[in-house]
C-alpha cells in the first residue's frame, strides 16, 4: 500500500511537469504567433510611402516653378515664333485645345511612372525609395522639356518649310507639336507625379493641407509671373534662355535626390549619381541652334536669295521686321511678321496698296479746312500717307509701336524726317493721353498679321479718338476684311456711331475694265478687301478734282485711286443699327477674324512666294 501510493505521487509529478512544459510551449507559440503578426503588421506599413521628406518637398517645389513658369512663357512664345510664318492668329485657333490635350497625356504618363514607383519601392526604406524615384522622374521631365527647347528652332524651321502643304490651320498645330505642347505634356507629368506623391502618404491632414498650399502656391504664382511678362523681343533667345532655366533647375533637382539618397540609408546609396551628360547636352544643343538657325542670329541681312534681296532684318517688338526688293515686279517690300505693312514701286515710289491714298480725301470733304492743318497717323507702316499729307504742308504727327518699323521707313521709303512729332508707343496709350481737339484728321491703319488689335477697334478707343480731334475732325481708318461679312461690318460701324453721326465706307476694287466693273465688283464684296471708313460728325460729302480726259493716261496712282474712290463706295444702309457696339470688355472682333486671317493667308501666297515667307 505505501508502494502504491508513492507510485501515484511520482505519476501525478510527472504529468504536472509534463502539463507545465505544455503550458510552457502554448505561450511560447502565442508569444511567437505575435511576433510574427506584428512583423507582418510592420511589413504591411512601410510598404506604404510615408510623408515626403523636406528635400523631396523641395524638389518638387523647384520642379513646379520650372515648369510652370516654362509653361506660362510657352503661352505667349510659341505663337510669337509662329507669327512670320502664320500670323498673331492663326497660331491660336486650336492652341488652347492642344494644351488641354498636352496636360491630359502628361498626367496619365506620370500615373503609369507612378505605379512603378509603388512597385519598385518595396521592403524597407519604402519613403526613402519614393522620394527619391520621384526626384529622378522629376528631373528626367524637365530634361526632356529643356532638350526640347533647345532642339526647337531648327526642328521647328524643318516642320515650317512644309507649311504651304500642310495650310494655315494644321500647319500651326503641328509646328505647336514640336515647339509648345512637349512643354505642356511635362507640365501635365510634373503636377501629376508631385500630386501622387504628396497626397499618397500616411501623413496627417494637417501636414496635408500645409504641403497642398506648398503645392498650388508653387504651380500657379510662377505660372502666373511668367504671363505677366512681356514677349521676349528675340523669340528664339527667349526659347534657348528658357532651356538653359529649365536645365539648371534639373541638376539642382539631380544634387538634391543624390544628397537624400547618400544620407537616407547605406542601401539607397549605391543606385545613382548625379547625371551631367542630359545637362551638357542641352547645352550643346542649344549651341548649335544658336550658331545655325538663322532666326537665332543677330540682326542682319541674309544672302539674296533668287527673286528677293534682303535690305534690312531686326527682330523687334513687332516680329521680324524685314526690307526686301523682288526683281521681277521692281517693287520694295516692308514686312512684319506675316503681313506686308507697306512697299511701294521703285521707279516711281507710289505705293504698292492704292487704298493708302484715299487716305487724302479726308482734305476733300466739303468744308474742310485748308490751313492750319494737323494730322494725325495711327500706325506708319511705310509712311504713305503721312508723306503725302505732309507734301500738302498738313502738320503730321505719328504714333508707332515699334521702332524698327520707323527706321525701315526712314531709310528705305522716304518718310520725311521732318514730320511734325513721331510718338514710339503704344496708340491707345497716346490716344489716352493726348490733349483734347488737337486734330483735324486722324488716319487709323493697324491691321497686321491678319486681324486687327482689338484695343484699338472697341468703343472706348474710338471715343478717345473722337476726344481728340477737332469738331469738324475726320476719322479715316482702314480694315482688311470681307464686305458681305454682315456680323463684323455691323458692330464695326455701330461702333463708330458711338461718336461719330455719320460714317461712310469705300473699298479698293479691282475691275478688268470699265465694263466689267460692276460684275467684278459684286464678286469681290465676298472675298477679303482693302477699306477705308470714314467718319465725322460733318457730313461727309467729298469734293475730289477729276483729272482731264488729256492727263488720265499720265495719272499717278494717288489720282487714279482718288479719281474711282467714290465709285468703290460700299454701302452701309442696309446695315442694322440695333447692334451692340465692341467695347474693352466685349470685343470678339479677332475670333470673329480667323475666317479672315486664313484668305489673309492663302492671298500673301499668292501675291508672294513660299521662299519669300521662308526666308526672315
Given amino acids: 500500500m505505501p508502494h502504491t501510493i508513492s507510485r501515484r505521487k511520482q505519476a501525478q509529478k510527472v504529468n504536472g ?21 506584428n512583423a507582418s503588421s510592420a511589413d504591411k506599413a512601410d510598404s506604404h510611402p510615408g510623408q515626403p521628406s523636406v528635400l523631396t518637398m523641395t524638389c518638387i517645389t523647384i520642379a513646379l516653378m520650372t515648369t510652370s513658369i516654362l509653361a506660362g512663357f510657352m503661352v505667349s512664345l510659341g505663337p510669337q515664333y509662329m507669327e512670320p510664318l502664320y500670323g498673331n492668329v492663326l497660331p491660336r485657333v486650336k492652341f488652347m485645345r492642344g494644351l488641354v490635350v498636352s496636360l491630359v497625356v502628361g498626367g496619365l504618363m506620370a500615373m503609369g511612372c507612378w505605379w512603378h514607383v509603388l512597385v519598385s519601392a518595396t521592403g524597407r526604406n519604402t519613403s526613402l525609395k519614393a522620394d527619391t524615384k520621384t526626384g529622378r522622374a522629376l528631373a528626367t521631365a524637365i530634361d526632356i522639356a529643356a532638350l526640347l527647347m533647345a532642339a526647337a528652332p531648327p526642328l521647328s524651321a524643318y516642320v515650317m518649310s512644309w507649311s504651304g502643304y500642310m495650310g494655315p490651320i494644321w500647319g500651326p498645330t503641328l509646328t505647336h507639336c514640336t515647339l509648345t505642347f512637349p512643354v505642356f505634356v511635362l507640365l501635365g507629368f510634373t503636377l501629376a507625379i508631385s500630386a501622387a506623391r504628396i497626397f499618397f502618404s500616411h501623413a496627417s491632414v494637417l501636414s496635408q493641407a500645409a504641403m497642398l498650399f506648398t503645392f ?218 493726348a490733349p483734347t481737339a488737337l486734330y483735324n484728321y486722324i488716319v487709323h491703319d493697324v491691321f497686321t498679321g491678319g486681324s486687327v488689335p482689338a484695343s484699338l477697334f472697341s468703343k472706348e478707343a474710338i471715343a478717345h479718338v473722337r476726344r481728340i480731334m477737332l469738331p469738324s475732325g475726320v476719322l479715316a481708318m482702314n480694315y482688311v476684311g470681307v464686305p458681305n461679312d454682315k456680323r463684323v461690318m455691323e458692330h464695326i460701324v455701330a461702333t463708330l456711331r458711338t461718336s461719330f453721326k455719320h460714317v461712310r465706307c469705300f473699298g479698293e476694287f479691282e475691275a478688268k475694265n470699265y465694263y466689267t466693273f460692276k460684275r467684278d465688283k459684286e464678286r469681290q464684296m465676298n472675298s477679303m478687301v482693302n477699306m477705308m471708313f470714314f467718319a465725322s460728325n460733318e457730313r461727309i460729302e467729298f469734293r475730289i478734282p477729276q483729272p482731264s480726259q488729256k492727263s488720265k493716261s499720265n495719272a499717278s496712282i494717288r489720282d487714279a485711286m482718288l479719281t474711282s474712290m467714290l465709285g468703290n463706295e460700299v454701302m452701309l444702309d442696309h446695315l442694322s443699327s440695333d447692334v451692340r457696339p465692341l467695347t474693352d470688355s466685349w470685343n470678339p472682333l479677332t475670333q470673329w477674324q480667323v475666317g479672315t486671317a486664313i484668305d489673309h493667308w492663302h492671298t500673301m501666297r499668292k501675291l508672294f512666294s513660299e521662299e519669300y515667307w521662308l526666308e526672315y
Fill in 17 to 37: 511537469i509534463a502539463d507545465a512544459k505544455h503550458s510552457d510551449e502554448d505561450a511560447d507559440s502565442r508569444q511567437s504567433s505575435a511576433q510574427v503578426a
Fill in 216 to 433: 498650388v502656391s508653387a504651380a500657379a504664382l510662377p505660372a502666373a509671373f511668367a504671363l505677366q511678362q512681356p514677349s521676349f523681343q528675340r523669340s528664339c533667345t527667349g526659347l534657348l534662355s528658357m532651356s538653359a532655366f529649365a536645365a539648371l533647375g534639373s541638376l539642382v533637382i539631380k544634387l538634391l535626390t543624390v544628397y537624400q539618397e547618400q544620407t537616407g540609408s547605406t542601401s539607397v546609396a549605391r543606385a545613382s549619381k548625379p547625371r551631367f551628360l542630359p545637362t551638357l547636352l542641352v547645352i550643346l544643343v542649344a549651341l548649335a541652334s544658336l550658331l545655325g538657325d538663322n532666326r537665332c542670329s543677330v540682326d542682319g541681312v541674309i544672302k539674296a536669295n533668287g527673286n528677293y534681296t534682303m535690305l534690312s532684318r531686326e527682330e523687334s517688338v513687332t516680329g521680324w521686321v524685314i526690307t526686301s526688293d523682288e526683281h521681277e515686279r521692281d517693287i520694295r517690300l516692308l514686312r512684319s511678321g506675316h503681313s506686308i505693312i507697306g512697299g511701294h514701286w521703285r521707279s516711281t515710289k507710289e505705293s504698292i496698296f492704292g487704298v493708302f491714298y484715299y487716305a487724302d480725301a479726308v482734305r476733300m470733304i466739303r468744308g474742310a479746312p485748308k490751313t492750319d492743318e494737323r494730322a494725325l497717323q495711327i500706325g506708319l507702316g511705310v509712311g504713305i500717307s503721312a508723306r503725302s499729307l505732309h507734301n500738302q504742308g498738313v502738320k503730321v504727327d505719328v504714333v508707332e509701336i515699334d521702332p524698327a518699323v520707323h527706321r525701315a521707313a526712314e531709310r528705305f521709303f522716304d518718310l520725311p524726317r521732318d514730320l511734325n512729332t513721331v510718338y514710339l508707343q503704344d496708340a491707345r496709350q497716346y490716344i489716352e493721353t
